[in-house]
Structure formats: structure tokens, C-alpha cells
């Protein structure tokens, strides 16, 4: 019966339901495309880091790994997972016109599980595609190898008792990382070759790896602990794409993060959109459920049937939201791809259309609770009486706000993936919510002391707004909190994307080189001067150790043989392994104090005290370091001590040598130290022709091409940042959809108001004045008051997870609250429009 | 190990002079004021520097106890530096000159090696710092090494046989290779296979040990 009873209500208010419908499938259809863009962004972060990996997880050890350690991996992995083994080991690669140390990376016909190996005659390398190294004597080798030893494509070159040939060369390797540049170029050799290599025995230095591709609902995390429970020995790694270690980690961490508040900002926009619908549903239709119950109906019945017809509205509503994102998103997805260089495809999981359902069907229950209660305060004598029907306020029950607290703080977990996020948003909600529930009773209640306005609609508009002080407050909320998920996003896009940025290309380095003594540095210096080669930074390193902070030791000594837990052995392998130390008169471009003071100058043993120290910000968080704290170094057996005066972030672009720790000037210049160099960007006949010199001159000096890597990585911040750019974007056009059906279903609800102003011989002019006065202070206070907290809220949520500079931008939030008021009174306006062409009567006859 | 210079004393309150000058007075005060103990000075990489253990763990420490318990009055001073290649010998043994050590224990050439560096200039650089020492009347011992095998055999024969051709050239004493029994046994190495444990640091001590107490 109820579902007879709900299925005729709807259709006889076929024109209410279209509305609905439409409205929340717009707030829907927002989500739905955020999270599709989320979910794309977060696959090619996945993607990429498993192309780094060259597979899902991998165990690797500078040795063989034993046949039991093995049978135990093998029994742990799940069924379905395929298997590759590579070895990568140092070796002289030698010809008849020399010889050179290469990075040797022996692999078999799986390689690389993920990921793609472009050779430079075309042929795209996967795993199971045709490998002619693995059918013929012969390398692959990185083409800067030829120019170094003179090589060319057909020639034969020895590696230990191997004789291959050169059958193509490397374009490009999405293994290779900025960090994994090294001091030797690689090759790719078939793995099968290696005994007949005579360079894999005893004492030799190699690692093995084996690399794992697991069925997709693998939980990685999961297997890699239980891969190193099964592993007793801790120089076995166990690493999977996310702790594979990368030039970005920690920028794609956050990256991530924005992907995950990006999530939980679209879910609140949607549930805005949805529970104000709802919210407005339900008021409409008190008064039918008011006439069911003098009709005998229980009140849980009478609740059930428009609990039911909002569930069946909230099941349609996804329909025409499914139908978008089906349709429409690919096409977007494209566009993005044709504009930029960046393949997006935008994927709606299972778990994004049963959150959609979810919220259509079920939120209208739970979201709607504190409203449905007031059913329990409906007087049924108010049917006959003579005013528009309304709901008494009834007793205060603030529980019915506890289920949908609850639902969107774990939704808010679920989305962000994250306690530390979640919780920070939930909690910056509940606390923007308060805050604007307070400004916006402060500013309704005040619209009722303008009453010595000259204009009548002034009057009225003002009064009417604090007569209906429970509706206007409730838009007032709506629109702020609009306002400030509208602001939130792009606020945060500006401070990361200044982590990414970089300063200039022209400060981009091509070349590092490492190992220049004291007494070499003037003969490179001229050197670069002949060539007019400007250096971009010279760096000298003093090698210490740390030998106690504030008195206590700080190297971790070996008690008992053994260190009890893998992480305790890493601590102390870290400790002990000493530290490079360098000083600069003052801080580089690429480095910012976050904690504590700049240099006080150069060092004066005469007026200085103790010398001070700059520690990198997460290098002082692992060791537990603060400002104040004194330590006490081993200088290559001369003990100084200096004292931290400040904490410093090191911008992950600058590609410039930096140090953990930095120590006033004037304190280690005489120390026996060395100079790392980097250079700028050149051409490649230049650099080359540079490192040739080098190479015969200054012998020692390791001279690192890190051209290639720098682009990779400038590729990958620049994708990063217009990722940001991109979800701002779409955060943006969500959001004032979202606004947009708020408006209207406000304004749809004041039709017989306004209706009855026209009856009352109110000129058009003057009912359109009416609202417009009324929206534009609500919608310009509540807009000012959410764009201001946004801007509270952003630096919080910057401060703690981000941990950037904020970069406060302040026409983006003034330009919202402008776009918010002009919007809401321009539908405010058409919405007028539409109320004075149509039939009093008819709206009266519909309306009562 | 009793560091040989203490330049901070807060007790004492005493002016922290660290620049330069003071430096240079202090190495060669601590030179003269400890001259009843003789100071052994390990110029070398990270094997000498104790990559990833503690610094009483590293060789020079365990060699300098060994030393005391056999009733030796010996310093050893470690001054192993992580990444160092024989291009930084000269350079660092001036330095370490100032405060007179009687003998150097020259363990460099790991680094040179493993980068391929042109083994005819790891020689001359060695060579160099050799004839500075035996200038500044201070005696060298020789710690030689070998290259693992997957660099090659010719590379490591050569690389072998530099330190050979260099002790009978200089005729200094000459350890083979203070990594024996220790090199490629991952019992006594860490996880990156290269860099001695607690365990190697207390068998490569034994071998200088062995190889000097007759000398010393």
C-alpha cells in the first residue's frame, strides 16, 4: 500500500519530482566526474610507479636469495602471479677503442612486468615482446655510451668473457629515475648469458631481483609484510611501487592527499546539494503527511510513503547522472588529452556509483532525520486554519544530527583514504558549519533591525528574511559552506603547485659532478671559464659523524649480535653511516626556513659562542632533532659542536646539491673536504665534448649526465601541477552547480509568497526587487563569510598536511564571492520572471 | 676511540675556538702533549670510516683496543671518509700531518675501483701520497684490496696488482688485502653487500693486527 500511495503522490506531482531529479542529478553528476578524474589521476600515479618497479612488488638482496627463502616467497604470493628475475651489478664493458664502467641490468622475457622499454629504432619493449637480446649474443646499451668509448650501432663490445653486439639503444626508460642516475650508463643483456659472463661468482657485488606481478585485488601492503614475516634475514628488501622509493615521493604523496580531499570535497558538495533538496522535498510535503494522519495513517506509515517517493526520486536522479558520466566523461577525458600531452581517462568505479547510489537513495533518510522528526510536532488542527501551512518548531532534538555526523566523518575517512585527513576535514566541517550557523543568525536577526528603510520591498525584504529566520538560515549555511568548498581546493592548488613549480629553466642542471678536490677546483673553474660555462652552484661536503645530541649518544651500538626488529637495524644503519656537511654564507634559492632564524654571518671565534647549525626539516623530524639542540660531531677525528638555530625545507625541484645538515660559515673551510658542482643545461655536442675534457683531466672527478632524468622529472611536476589545476578546475564548475540547484529549490519554494506580493498588486519590478534584495544579502554575506573561512580552513589543512608556505591569493576568493551573489540573483531574477508570468490562481490552487 | 682534539669543553667554559688558526695550534699542541702513546692515522674510504656502524665499531677503534690490550701504546686516529677516492690523498695526508702521526695506515682505492676510474692514475695518486709521508718522515703501510669479479678479470688483475707494484716500488709494508674473509661472505657484511658489519670490522682488525704487531 505504502508503494501505491508513493507512486501516486509522484506522479501527481510530476512537474516537483522533474525538478528534484534534475537538481540532484546535477550535484551527482559533479561527483561522479570528480571522482572519475580522481580515480584516473590516482591510476596513473599507480601506473607510473609501478613502471618504475617494473612490477607489483619485488624481493631483492645483494645475493642469491636460498631455495628455502624463495619456496617461502613463492608460498606466500597468490596464486596467478607471474614471475621475473633480473640481476643489476657494476662491470667494465671494454671494445678495441676502450673501456667503461656500465650499469649492467640482466633480464629475462617477463621484463619489465609494468611499464614500457622504447628503443631507439621503435620497438616498444613489454613484458612477453619479442627481446633480440634474448636471442642473439647482443645490448642494448644508452646512447650516451657510444659517444664516451666511440661506439656505433653493429659494433661488437666484451663484458668479461662475453662478446655482444650493439643492436639498438635506449630512447627512453621508465625505470630510470632522477635518483637513479648513476655514475655508469646502463646496458640490457638476457640474464640467460650471465655464467657464460664469468662475472657473477663468488665476492662479486650484484643485486638480485625478482620481481612480482599479483592479481589486481592484491592488497600489496598486506603481502609485504607478509613477505618480510617470511623473510628472516633483513637484508632481504621487500618493496612494493608505493615504497619503491622516487624523485617525488613525497610532492606525490601530496598529490594524493589533494586527490583525497578532492574526494571528500566533492562528496560534501553533493550531499549539500542533495540534503538541502531533500530538505526542501520533505517540507513540501508535510503538510500531505499531515492530512494522512488525520486520515488514520500511523505517522512511521505516513513517513514511510515520502521517505519512499524521495528514495525512488533519488534512484532516478542517477540515471541521468550514470548516463554523463558514461557517455560524456570519455569525451572530456579526450578534449583534456587533445589540449595537454597528458592521456587521461577517466574511470567510474563500482565503489563511485554506490556511493552515488547510496547518497540518492539512502541519504535522503539519514540526512533528512533531524527534519523527519518534526513530523512527531505536526499539529493537524493548522490544516484548517487559514495561513500557508508550516511546520511548528516543536522541542529541540540535536541526536537526529549524530547518524549523519557519523556517516560523513567515515565517509570522510573512506574517501581521503586517511585518518589524519579525513578526521581534519570532518572536524574543519563541523567547525565551519558552527561558525557560519553563528554568522549567519547574527546577520538574519540583524536584517530585522533595518526598519527605517525608505523602499517598502527594502522593508520587507529585510523583515521577511528575519521573519523566516529557520529557511534563510538554512540557505545561509548552504551557500557559505558552497562558498568555501568552492574556495578550498584552488587555495590549496596554489601552495602545492609552488612545491612543484620550478624557479627557472634556466637554473635547470644538465650536469653534475662530484669528487673535486681543494686543489682541482681552480683548474675546473678556468676550464668552465674557457668555455664560458657558468656553474649553478658549487657545494663543498666535509664528511662527520654525529657523534651525541644534548650529551646522549646518538650512534646506535650492537648489543646482543643482533638487532631485534628490521626497523631497529635501518635506524642504526642510518645513524651510524655518518654525515656530509657543507656551509654556505647564506641559504640557496631552493631552501626556506620554516622553523627559527637565518646565519648570524661568518663564524668569529673571538664574539661566537658555539657555531650554528641549518638541519633539512624531515631529516630533523626522523632524527628527532629541535631548535636549541646541540651536537657534537667527529670531523674526520677532530670533534666540533654546534647548535641548530633553524629548520629548513629543501624545494624538491631545484635539483641543486643539498645537505641534511648545514653549518655556519667560517667553521669548516679549512677541513679536508671535498666540492660538488652542478652545471647548467647545454647542448649536447657542448656536454659532452666538456665531459671528454674532464675525463682526461681531471680523471677523478665523476661527471653524471642527468639531462635526460631532469626532463623525466620536470615532465612529472608538470603533470602534477596541471593535475591540481584540472581537479580546482572541476572542484569549481561542481560547486557552483551545486549552488545553482540550491537556489532554485529555494526559490521554487516562494512561489506563493511571491505570488501572493502580485495578488496584492506588487508590480513584477517590485517582486523581482524583493528577491533580489533579499538574495543579495543573504548570498554575498554567506558567500564573504565561507570564502573567509575557506581561507582559514585551507591554511589549517596546508599547515598540517600539507606543510607548504601558503601562498594566500586573495582576488580567487573575492572573485568567488562575487560569482555566488551575481549567480544566485540571476536566477533569483529568472525565477521572478517566471512567478509573474504565470496564473496566480493556479500557483494558489497548487501551492496552499 | 679518545678523540685527539677536543675543542669544546663546557665544564671548563673555555672560548670555542674552532676557526682555522686555533685548529692548526691544537692539532699540533695534541700531537706534542700525547707523546708518550705513538698515533697510527688510517687515512681511507668508508670500509675505514665504518659505513653504517658505530664509530667504536669500525676497525680503527677495534684495532687501537686490540693494540692497548697487547700492551701497545698506540693511537689509531680513523680518518675514513665515505665515497673518498686516492685523488684526495695528498690533500688530506698535509692536513693530517700537522699533528705528526708515526705511522699511516693508506687503505684508499676502493672508491677508484668501483667508479672505474683509470687504475694509472689511482696509482699515481697513491704513489704521490706515499713519497709525501716518507718525505714527512712518517711510515706507511699499505692496505691493499680487490675489485669483485664482476668488474672483470682484467680490470681486477690490474687493480690487484697496482698495490703490489706500488709497496715494492715504495717498499712500505704491505697488507695484501685487509678485506680477507671478509669480502663476499654477506655473514660479515650489510645488506649492500659492500660495507663491512660489526662482525667484518672485528676480522679486518685481526688482519691488520696480525700483519703490523710485529711491525709495531
Same mark, same amino acid.
Given at each position: 500500500?505504502?508503494?501505491?500511495?508513493?507512486?501516486?503522490?509522484?506522479?501527481?506531482?510530476?512537474?516537483?519530482?522533474?525538478?528534484?531529479?534534475?537538481?540532484?542529478?546535477?550535484?551527482?553528476?559533479?561527483?561522479?566526474?570528480?571522482?572519475?578524474?580522481?580515480?584516473?589521476?590516482?591510476?596513473?600515479?599507480?601506473?607510473?610507479?609501478?613502471?618504475?618497479?617494473?612490477?607489483?612488488?619485488?624481493?631483492?638482496?645483494?645475493?642469491?636469495?636460498?631455495?628455502?627463502?624463495?619456496?617461502?616467497?613463492?608460498?606466500?604470493?597468490?596464486?596467478?602471479?607471474?614471475?621475473?628475475?633480473?640481476?643489476?651489478?657494476?662491470?667494465?664493458?671494454?671494445?678495441?677503442?676502450?673501456?667503461?664502467?656500465?650499469?649492467?641490468?640482466?633480464?629475462?622475457?617477463?621484463?619489465?612486468?609494468?611499464?614500457?622499454?622504447?628503443?631507439?629504432?621503435?620497438?616498444?619493449?613489454?613484458?612477453?615482446?619479442?627481446?633480440?637480446?634474448?636471442?642473439?649474443?647482443?645490448?642494448?646499451?644508452?646512447?650516451?655510451?657510444?659517444?664516451?668509448?666511440?661506439?656505433?650501432?653493429?659494433?661488437?663490445?666484451?663484458?668479461?668473457?662475453?662478446?655482444?653486439?650493439?643492436?639498438?639503444?635506449?630512447?627512453?626508460?621508465?625505470?630510470?629515475?632522477?635518483?637513479?642516475?648513476?655514475?655508469?650508463?646502463?646496458?640490457?643483456?638476457?640474464?640467460?648469458?650471465?655464467?657464460?659472463?664469468?662475472?657473477?661468482?663468488?665476492?662479486?657485488?650484484?643485486?638480485?631481483?625478482?620481481?612480482?606481478?599479483?592479481?589486481?585485488?592484491?592488497?600489496?601492503?598486506?603481502?609485504?609484510?607478509?613477505?618480510?614475516?617470511?623473510?628472516?634475514?633483513?637484508?632481504?628488501?621487500?618493496?612494493?611501487?608505493?615504497?619503491?622509493?622516487?624523485?617525488?615521493?613525497?610532492?606525490?604523496?601530496?598529490?594524493?592527499?589533494?586527490?583525497?580531499?578532492?574526494?571528500?570535497?566533492?562528496?560534501?558538495?553533493?550531499?549539500?546539494?542533495?540534503?538541502?533538496?531533500?530538505?526542501?522535498?520533505?517540507?513540501?510535503?508535510?503538510?500531505?503527511?499531515?492530512?494522512?494522519?488525520?486520515?488514520?495513517?500511523?505517522?512511521?506509515?505516513?513517513?514511510?510513503?515520502?521517505?519512499?517517493?524521495?528514495?525512488?526520486?533519488?534512484?532516478?536522479?542517477?540515471?541521468?547522472?550514470?548516463?554523463?558520466?558514461?557517455?560524456?566523461?570519455?569525451?572530456?577525458?579526450?578534449?583534456?588529452?587533445?589540449?595537454?600531452?597528458?592521456?587521461?581517462?577517466?574511470?567510474?568505479?563500482?565503489?563511485?556509483?554506490?556511493?552515488?547510489?547510496?547518497?540518492?537513495?539512502?541519504?535522503?533518510?539519514?540526512?533528512?532525520?533531524?527534519?523527519?522528526?518534526?513530523?512527531?510536532?505536526?499539529?493537524?488542527?493548522?490544516?484548517?486554519?487559514?495561513?500557508?501551512?508550516?511546520?511548528?518548531?516543536?522541542?529541540?532534538?540535536?541526536?537526529?544530527?549524530?547518524?549523519?555526523?557519523?556517516?560523513?566523518?567515515?565517509?570522510?575517512?573512506?574517501?581521503?583514504?586517511?585518518?589524519?585527513?579525513?578526521?581534519?576535514?570532518?572536524?574543519?566541517?563541523?567547525?565551519?558549519?558552527?561558525?557560519?550557523?553563528?554568522?549567519?543568525?547574527?546577520?538574519?536577526?540583524?536584517?530585522?533591525?533595518?526598519?527605517?528603510?525608505?523602499?517598502?520591498?527594502?522593508?520587507?525584504?529585510?523583515?521577511?528574511?528575519?521573519?523566516?529566520?529557520?529557511?534563510?538560515?538554512?540557505?545561509?549555511?548552504?551557500?557559505?559552506?558552497?562558498?568555501?568548498?568552492?574556495?578550498?581546493?584552488?587555495?590549496?592548488?596554489?601552495?602545492?603547485?609552488?612545491?612543484?613549480?620550478?624557479?627557472?629553466?634556466?637554473?635547470?642542471?644538465?650536469?653534475?659532478?662530484?669528487?673535486?678536490?681543494?686543489?682541482?677546483?681552480?683548474?675546473?673553474?678556468?676550464?668552465?671559464?674557457?668555455?664560458?660555462?657558468?656553474?649553478?652552484?658549487?657545494?663543498?661536503?666535509?664528511?662527520?659523524?654525529?657523534?651525541?645530541?644534548?650529551?646522549?649518544?646518538?650512534?646506535?651500538?650492537?648489543?646482543?649480535?643482533?638487532?631485534?626488529?628490521?626497523?631497529?637495524?635501518?635506524?642504526?644503519?642510518?645513524?651510524?653511516?655518518?654525515?656530509?656537511?657543507?656551509?654556505?654564507?647564506?641559504?640557496?634559492?631552493?631552501?626556506?626556513?620554516?622553523?627559527?632564524?637565518?646565519?648570524?654571518?661568518?663564524?668569529?671565534?673571538?664574539?661566537?659562542?658555539?657555531?650554528?647549525?641549518?638541519?633539512?626539516?624531515?631529516?630533523?623530524?626522523?632524527?628527532?632533532?629541535?631548535?636549541?639542540?646541540?651536537?657534537?660531531?667527529?670531523?674526520?677525528?677532530?670533534?666540533?659542536?654546534?647548535?641548530?638555530?633553524?629548520?629548513?625545507?629543501?624545494?624538491?625541484?631545484?635539483?641543486?646539491?643539498?645537505?641534511?645538515?648545514?653549518?655556519?660559515?667560517?667553521?669548516?673551510?679549512?677541513?679536508?673536504?671535498?666540492?660538488?658542482?652542478?652545471?647548467?643545461?647545454?647542448?649536447?655536442?657542448?656536454?659532452?665534448?666538456?665531459?671528454?675534457?674532464?675525463?682526461?683531466?681531471?680523471?677523478?672527478?665523476?661527471?653524471?649526465?642527468?639531462?635526460?632524468?631532469?626532463?623525466?622529472?620536470?615532465?612529472?611536476?608538470?603533470?602534477?601541477?596541471?593535475?591540481?589545476?584540472?581537479?580546482?578546475?572541476?572542484?569549481?564548475?561542481?560547486?557552483?552547480?551545486?549552488?545553482?540547484?540550491?537556489?532554485?529549490?529555494?526559490?521554487?519554494?516562494?512561489?506563493?509568497?511571491?505570488?501572493?506580493?502580485?495578488?496584492?498588486?506588487?508590480?513584477?519590478?517590485?517582486?523581482?526587487?524583493?528577491?533580489?534584495?533579499?538574495?543579495?544579502?543573504?548570498?554575498?554575506?554567506?558567500?564573504?563569510?565561507?570564502?573567509?573561512?575557506?581561507?582559514?580552513?585551507?591554511?589549517?589543512?596546508?599547515?598540517?598536511?600539507?606543510?607548504?608556505?601558503?601562498?594566500?591569493?586573495?582576488?580567487?576568493?573575492?572573485?568567488?564571492?562575487?560569482?555566488?551573489?551575481?549567480?544566485?540573483?540571476?536566477?533569483?531574477?529568472?525565477?521572478?520572471?517566471?512567478?509573474?508570468?504565470?496564473?496566480?490562481?493556479?500557483?494558489?490552487?497548487?501551492?496552499? | 676511540?679518545?678523540?685527539?682534539?677536543?675543542?669544546?669543553?663546557?665544564?671548563?667554559?673555555?672560548?670555542?675556538?674552532?676557526?682555522?688558526?686555533?685548529?692548526?695550534?691544537?692539532?699540533?699542541?695534541?700531537?706534542?702533549?700525547?707523546?708518550?702513546?705513538?698515533?697510527?692515522?688510517?687515512?681511507?674510504?668508508?670500509?675505514?670510516?665504518?659505513?653504517?656502524?658505530?664509530?667504536?665499531?669500525?676497525?680503527?677503534?677495534?684495532?687501537?683496543?686490540?693494540?692497548?690490550?697487547?700492551?701497545?701504546?698506540?693511537?689509531?686516529?680513523?680518518?675514513?671518509?665515505?665515497?673518498?677516492?686516492?685523488?684526495?690523498?695528498?690533500?688530506?695526508?698535509?692536513?693530517?700531518? &700537522?699533528? *705528526?702521526?708515526?705511522? $699511516?695506515?693508506?687503505? @684508499?682505492?676502493?672508491?677508484? +675501483?668501483?667508479?672505474?676510474?683509470? %687504475?694509472? /692514475?689511482?696509482?699515481?695518486?697513491?704513489?704521490?701520497?706515499?713519497?709525501?709521508?716518507?718525505?714527512?718522515?712518517?711510515?706507511?703501510?699499505?692496505?691493499?684490496?680487490?675489485?669483485?669479479?664482476?668488474?672483470?678479470?682484467?680490470?681486477?688483475?690490474?687493480?690487484?696488482?697496482?698495490?703490489?707494484?706500488?709497496?715494492? &716500488?715504495? *717498499?712500505?709494508?704491505? $697488507?695484501?688485502?685487509? @678485506?680477507?674473509?671478509?669480502? +663476499?661472505?654477506?655473514?660479515?657484511? %650489510?645488506? /649492500?653487500?659492500?660495507?663491512?658489519?660489526?662482525?667484518?670490522?672485528?676480522?679486518?682488525?685481526?688482519?691488520?693486527?696480525?700483519?703490523?704487531?710485529?711491525?709495531?
Amino acid at each position: 500500500m505504502l508503494l501505491r500511495l508513493a507512486l501516486r503522490e509522484l506522479i501527481r506531482s510530476w512537474r516537483f519530482g522533474l525538478f528534484f531529479i534534475f537538481n540532484l542529478s546535477l550535484g551527482l553528476t559533479g561527483f561522479v566526474a570528480l571522482q572519475a578524474f580522481n580515480a584516473a589521476l590516482e591510476n596513473e600515479i599507480a601506473g607510473n610507479a609501478k613502471a618504475i618497479l617494473a612490477g607489483d612488488v619485488s624481493v631483492s638482496a645483494r645475493r642469491e636469495l636460498t631455495e628455502e627463502e624463495l619456496k617461502g616467497v613463492r608460498s606466500t604470493l597468490p596464486s596467478g602471479s607471474i614471475e621475473s628475475k633480473t640481476y643489476e651489478f657494476y662491470a667494465m664493458l671494454s671494445s678495441d677503442k676502450g673501456s667503461r664502467l656500465v650499469l649492467v641490468k640482466a633480464v629475462d622475457d617477463n621484463y619489465p612486468l609494468y611499464g614500457t622499454l622504447s628503443l631507439s629504432s621503435g620497438a616498444e619493449i613489454q613484458s612477453q615482446t619479442g627481446k633480440d637480446i634474448l636471442t642473439s649474443a647482443s645490448v642494448w646499451v644508452y646512447p650516451e655510451l657510444l659517444g664516451q668509448i666511440g661506439l656505433s650501432v653493429g659494433d661488437e663490445v666484451r663484458l668479461g668473457q662475453l662478446k655482444l653486439k650493439i643492436t639498438d639503444t635506449i630512447a627512453k626508460d621508465e625505470t630510470q629515475t632522477f635518483r637513479a642516475t648513476t655514475i655508469a650508463s646502463r646496458i640490457y643483456i638476457n640474464r640467460a648469458l650471465l655464467p657464460d659472463s664469468g662475472l657473477i661468482q663468488y665476492g662479486s657485488t650484484f643485486s638480485a631481483i625478482h620481481l612480482f606481478q599479483v592479481p589486481e585485488e592484491t592488497n600489496e601492503k598486506e603481502l609485504q609484510e607478509k613477505l618480510f614475516d617470511k623473510l628472516a634475514d633483513p637484508a632481504i628488501r621487500v618493496n612494493t611501487a608505493d615504497t619503491a622509493g622516487e624523485d617525488s615521493g613525497r610532492q606525490l604523496g601530496y598529490l594524493t592527499d589533494y586527490l583525497g580531499l578532492v574526494a571528500i570535497v566533492s562528496l560534501f558538495m553533493s550531499a549539500l546539494g542533495a540534503a538541502y533538496l531533500y530538505r526542501l522535498f520533505l517540507g513540501s510535503r508535510m503538510k500531505e503527511i499531515a492530512i494522512l494522519r488525520t486520515l488514520g495513517l500511523q505517522s512511521g506509515q505516513a513517513v514511510g510513503v515520502y521517505i519512499l517517493q524521495a528514495a525512488m526520486l533519488g534512484f532516478l536522479a542517477t540515471i541521468p547522472t550514470l548516463g554523463f558520466a558514461y557517455l560524456v566523461l570519455p569525451l572530456l577525458g579526450e578534449l583534456i588529452g587533445s589540449l595537454t600531452s597528458f592521456e587521461l581517462h577517466p574511470v567510474i568505479g563500482a565503489e563511485t556509483i554506490l556511493i552515488c547510489l547510496f547518497m540518492a537513495v539512502l541519504g535522503s533518510f539519514i540526512v533528512s532525520l533531524p527534519f523527519l522528526v518534526k513530523i512527531f510536532d505536526l499539529r493537524a488542527a493548522k490544516l484548517f486554519s487559514e495561513e500557508k501551512f508550516a511546520v511548528a518548531e516543536g522541542s529541540k532534538r540535536y541526536w537526529t544530527f549524530l547518524p549523519s555526523l557519523i556517516l560523513f566523518y567515515g565517509l570522510s575517512v573512506h574517501q581521503a583514504n586517511s585518518w589524519k585527513i579525513g578526521s581534519a576535514f570532518a572536524g574543519a566541517m563541523v567547525f565551519v558549519i558552527i561558525s557560519l550557523f553563528l554568522v549567519g543568525y547574527l546577520a538574519v536577526r540583524s536584517a530585522g533591525l533595518l526598519q527605517g528603510l525608505r523602499s517598502w520591498f527594502l522593508r520587507f525584504s529585510f523583515l521577511s528574511l528575519s521573519r523566516r529566520a529557520g529557511a534563510s538560515l538554512a540557505i545561509f549555511i548552504a551557500l557559505g559552506t558552497g562558498a568555501l568548498l568552492i574556495n578550498i581546493l584552488p587555495q590549496l592548488k596554489n601552495s602545492l603547485q609552488a612545491e612543484f613549480q620550478v624557479d627557472s629553466e634556466s637554473k635547470v642542471p644538465s650536469l653534475f659532478m662530484f669528487d673535486i678536490q681543494d686543489e682541482q677546483l681552480q683548474g675546473i673553474q678556468e676550464l668552465l671559464a674557457d668555455r664560458n660555462i657558468l656553474p649553478l652552484g658549487l657545494s663543498p661536503m666535509v664528511r662527520a659523524r654525529i657523534l651525541k645530541v644534548n650529551g646522549e649518544d646518538y650512534e646506535r651500538q650492537l648489543s646482543s649480535q643482533v638487532f631485534k626488529t628490521r626497523e631497529e637495524e635501518r635506524d642504526a644503519r642510518f645513524r651510524n653511516r655518518g654525515q656530509n656537511l657543507s656551509y654556505r654564507s647564506e641559504l640557496s634559492e631552493s631552501e626556506t626556513i620554516v622553523k627559527g632564524q637565518p646565519f648570524s654571518g661568518k663564524f668569529d671565534p673571538e664574539k661566537d659562542n658555539i657555531p650554528e647549525l641549518s638541519i633539512e626539516k624531515s631529516f630533523a623530524e626522523r632524527m628527532d632533532l629541535e631548535i636549541g639542540d646541540v651536537m657534537q660531531f667527529d670531523v674526520q677525528g677532530v670533534e666540533i659542536e654546534g647548535k641548530i638555530i633553524n629548520l629548513r625545507k629543501v624545494k624538491w625541484t631545484s635539483f641543486q646539491p643539498n645537505f641534511f645538515i648545514l653549518v655556519q660559515d667560517g667553521v669548516l673551510n679549512d677541513a679536508p673536504k671535498n666540492f660538488i658542482m652542478a652545471l647548467p643545461a647545454m647542448e649536447e655536442s657542448v656536454r659532452s665534448q666538456f665531459q671528454d675534457e674532464m675525463a682526461r683531466t681531471f680523471s677523478n672527478v665523476s661527471v653524471i649526465d642527468v639531462a635526460r632524468s631532469v626532463d623525466d622529472v620536470l615532465a612529472t611536476a608538470e603533470k602534477m601541477s596541471w593535475s591540481l589545476e584540472l581537479m580546482a578546475a572541476l572542484a569549481l564548475i561542481t560547486g557552483y552547480i551545486v549552488l545553482f540547484s540550491i537556489v532554485r529549490g529555494q526559490i521554487s519554494m516562494r512561489r506563493w509568497e511571491l505570488n501572493m506580493l502580485k495578488i496584492l498588486g506588487a508590480s513584477w519590478k517590485e517582486v523581482a526587487g524583493f528577491i533580489l534584495v533579499e538574495f543579495s544579502f543573504l548570498a554575498a554575506l554567506a558567500a564573504f563569510a565561507g570564502a573567509l573561512l575557506s581561507v582559514l580552513v585551507s591554511y589549517s589543512l596546508n599547515f598540517f598536511i600539507f606543510e607548504s608556505s601558503f601562498q594566500f591569493s586573495l582576488w580567487q576568493p573575492l572573485l568567488s564571492v562575487l560569482i555566488i551573489t551575481l549567480l544566485s540573483l540571476l536566477i533569483a531574477f529568472l525565477a521572478s520572471l517566471d512567478i509573474v508570468k504565470e496564473s496566480a490562481l493556479s500557483i494558489l490552487r497548487e501551492d496552499k | 676511540m679518545r678523540p685527539f682534539f677536543l675543542l669544546q669543553n663546557k665544564s671548563a667554559g673555555w672560548t670555542r675556538a674552532i676557526s682555522g688558526f686555533f685548529f692548526i695550534i691544537a692539532l699540533t699542541f695534541s700531537a706534542s702533549s700525547s707523546w708518550a702513546q705513538k698515533k697510527m692515522i688510517v687515512l681511507g674510504d668508508s670500509l675505514s670510516e665504518g659505513y653504517g656502524v658505530a664509530k667504536d665499531a669500525a676497525f680503527p677503534a677495534v684495532l687501537e683496543k686490540k693494540l692497548q690490550a697487547a700492551e701497545k701504546k698506540w693511537t689509531v686516529v680513523n680518518a675514513g671518509v665515505s665515497g673518498s677516492t686516492t685523488a684526495s690523498a695528498v690533500g688530506r695526508l698535509k692536513w693530517l700531518a &700537522k699533528s *705528526k702521526p708515526d705511522v $699511516i695506515l693508506l687503505a @684508499l682505492g676502493a672508491n677508484d +675501483g668501483l667508479r672505474g676510474l683509470k %687504475l694509472e /692514475d689511482s696509482e699515481k695518486n697513491l704513489g704521490a701520497a706515499i713519497e709525501y709521508a716518507q718525505k714527512e718522515k712518517i711510515r706507511v703501510i699499505l692496505g691493499g684490496l680487490y675489485m669483485p669479479p664482476n668488474y672483470g678479470k682484467d680490470y681486477t688483475d690490474q687493480f690487484a696488482k697496482m698495490y703490489q707494484s706500488l709497496a715494492k &716500488k715504495y *717498499k712500505v709494508t704491505f $697488507i695484501p688485502f685487509i @678485506l680477507d674473509k671478509v669480502a +663476499g661472505n654477506p655473514k660479515y657484511n %650489510l645488506a /649492500d653487500g659492500i660495507h663491512p658489519n660489526e662482525a667484518g670490522h672485528r676480522i679486518i682488525a685481526e688482519n691488520v693486527f696480525e700483519s703490523l704487531k710485529g711491525e709495531l
